[in-house]
């Protein structure tokens, strides 16, 4: 066990460093730095002050290091534009994408395990069809159209929530049913191929065998085996929500980190771009290390494989 | 990192279902519109007019056959806007496809193939691509290096392979323990031949599958680059750009953003049937 987290912490690490390499790579070679940051209208002199002021003059090599070297010790840089600190601008607005990943992940969470397990209970019949049908449509929703039906129907129609802000939960909750809506079918599916597989399985026939009612093999067999996969792939989803949330709460006005970096980018704010990317990099390679750690915990085959 | 794939090698079992029959009608009808889509469309989607801002579509009070789906904030007509969209989504989403599609399956097909040294590497590239938050870069490589349809396909093409890499490296790993790969190897094959000649066509009906997936995925993440202002820019008739440019006058004209919406959706549901009729035809235990 110990072979395997020391294996898996040894390649998150370098995933880690390669990611900060391909951050700061991408940034500096679609473009200039100095022309994004003057603008069209900085004449040439300006835009070499601003090359020489940012010590965008230097090689990359040792750019790249300078830059590594201070976020290893937490120090990401200032904003171009507020002169702020990137680190307080992201602490200050990271508490609420993480609640509105998780409230998300948590309502698909409540609608994907249910269906799931219904669909497969009810294999082929009308009933799968539906949930199946509910998932492909879910799926081909894009988020932030399902973000602006939300806003017209409950926030013009209905005028019940409202439709941008952080003031209270009530503004997470339009936001919460978007994202969720959007990674529920991809948990649902999981859950009803998981079912479907643990039912066909030898043990769920033995439980049957020696007399366990329907419930018992359901929900204390099957659906045990079955959550397996679905709490990892849940684990890694909550990574995409934290990096994908940028669309929706642009859409709802929701300070979170998504709307930062939006912003950032408009204004081509590279520290705080490059801060957010790296944070949610390593947020996904920290849970994908989680998921890895429980699966090998629970299951000899995958930590001795 | 769990870069496994579910995949499982059966000789295909052709058989016809009803997602290839209702998806592929829908992926066809949308090809059609998209190739006559100067003949079918009723106005010049470029052609504005201040006289005729935001007309209703036609089944509201005020609205006239003149512009079916009405018109839009800049006075174009609807419609035509929302048939030569059709061509931009279909493009986009194709190129990007095609793209990944390529990296996605040399990488995969290597890392399947050669294992050992290559497969770490390669399996190693992948992790990483995959923590790395696809839409933020893409944003953040449009702003700095231009927006504009070939950039947009490029910068989705050079996000969207993991999927290929990760389902074709499982494929492969399994199509090389097949006999016929050891016999092209005993006769003295080259690498290149066995790859070229075994192992691929044993593998297509995975790319195939992934790729139409991907090119649902990729229609939706170009949509979601128009709606953020950093994809295809203005006056194209993207749908992303027509949701993003009618967003302020939705609650008097909500057509202006549910139906390019609607259109969008049916593509990619459209798409996504075809990817599971033909997932279920090409590799029979591919269900899920």
């Known amino acids: ?305 | 990192m769990a870069i496994e794939a579910a995949v499982t090698l059966r000789p295909p079992r052709l058989r016809w279902n009803a997602g290839i029959a209702i998806g592929g009608g829908i992926v066809v009808f949308l090809l059609l519109v998209a190739i006559f889509a100067d003949w079918l469309a009723p106005h010049d989607p470029y052609a504005q007019s201040l006289v005729r801002r935001l007309r209703p579509p036609v089944w509201e009070p005020r609205g006239t056959w003149t512009h079916p789906l009405g018109t839009d904030p800049f006075g174009r007509d609807y419609l035509s806007r929302l048939i030569h969209g059709t061509r931009i989504s279909i493009a986009v989403g194709a190129g990007a496809a095609a793209i990944g599609g390529l990296i996605g399956a040399v990488l995969g097909i290597l890392a399947g193939f050669k294992g050992g040294y290559f497969d770490r590497v390669i399996s190693f590239v992948i992790s990483a691509r995959l923590a790395l938050p696809s839409l933020l870069i893409a944003l953040a490589v449009l702003q700095v290096g231009g927006s504009g349809l070939a950039i947009v396909i490029a910068v989705l093409g050079f996000t969207h392979w993991d999927r290929f890499a990760v389902v074709l490296r499982t494929a492969t790993q399994q199509v090389r323990r097949q006999d016929y790969v050891t016999r092209a190897r005993a006769i003295g094959c080259s690498d290149l031949r066995i790859v070229t000649r075994e192992v691929f066509p044993n593998v297509a009906g995975h790319f195939v599958v992934v790729f139409t997936f991907e090119v649902a995925q990729t229609i939706i993440a170009a949509a979601a680059l128009s709606f953020l202002g950093l994809g295809i820019q203005a006056p194209e008739p993207s749908w992303g750009l027509m949701m993003a440019e009618g967003r302020n006058w939705m609650t008097t004209n909500p057509g202006l953003i549910t139906i390019a919406g609607l259109a969008l959706m049916i593509t990619v549901l459209a798409v996504n049937l075809l990817g599971d009729g033909l997932r279920d035809m090409l590799t029979p235990e591919g269900r899920a």
């Open chain 1, 1 to 305: 066990m110990i072979r395997y987290l020391a294996q898996k912490l040894v390649e998150a690490i370098l995933v880690c460093a390669f990611v900060s390499i391909a951050t700061f790579a991408l940034i500096h070679w679609t473009g200039d730095l100095a022309m994004s940051i003057g603008g069209t209208e900085a004449s040439r002199e300006e835009t070499e002050r601003i090359r020489r002021f940012y010590g965008l003059d230097r090689t990359l090599i040792a750019q790249y290091f300078d830059w590594a070297g201070r976020v290893l010790r937490g120090d990401f840089g200032n904003s171009f534009f507020s002169r702020e600190a990137v680190l307080t601008m992201v602490a200050h607005r990271l508490p609420n994408t993480i609640a509105l990943a998780l409230a998300s992940l948590t309502l698909a969470l409540l609608i994907a395990i249910p269906l799931g397990v219904v669909a497969a209970v009810r294999r082929g019949t009308w009933v799968d069809r539906a949930c199946l049908g509910v998932g492909v449509l879910g799926q081909a929703m894009p988020s932030y159209w399902s973000a602006l039906l939300l806003i017209l129907v409950f926030g013009v129609e209905l005028q019940l929530l409202p439709i941008s802000g952080t003031e209270s939960w009530r503004s997470f909750v339009l936001p919460t049913a978007a994202l969720g809506w959007f990674v529920m079918p991809l948990l649902m599916r999981l859950t009803r191929a998981g079912i479907i597989e643990a039912l066909a399985s030898d043990y769920i026939r033995t439980a049957r065998a020696k007399g366990l009612p329907r419930r018992a093999v359901l929900f204390k067999h099957a659906l045990r085996n079955a959550i397996l996969p679905v709490v990892s792939i849940a684990m890694v989803q909550l990574g995409f929500l934290l990096g994908g949330s940028i669309v929706i709460e642009s859409v709802f006005a929701l300070d979170g980190i998504g709307l930062l970096a939006w912003s950032a980018i408009q204004r081509s704010d590279f520290p705080v771009i490059q801060a957010i990317v790296l944070l949610v990099a390593f947020l996904f390679v920290m849970l994908n290390f989680l998921s890895d750690t429980v699966n090998g915990l629970l299951d000899p085959r995958i930590r001795h494989g």
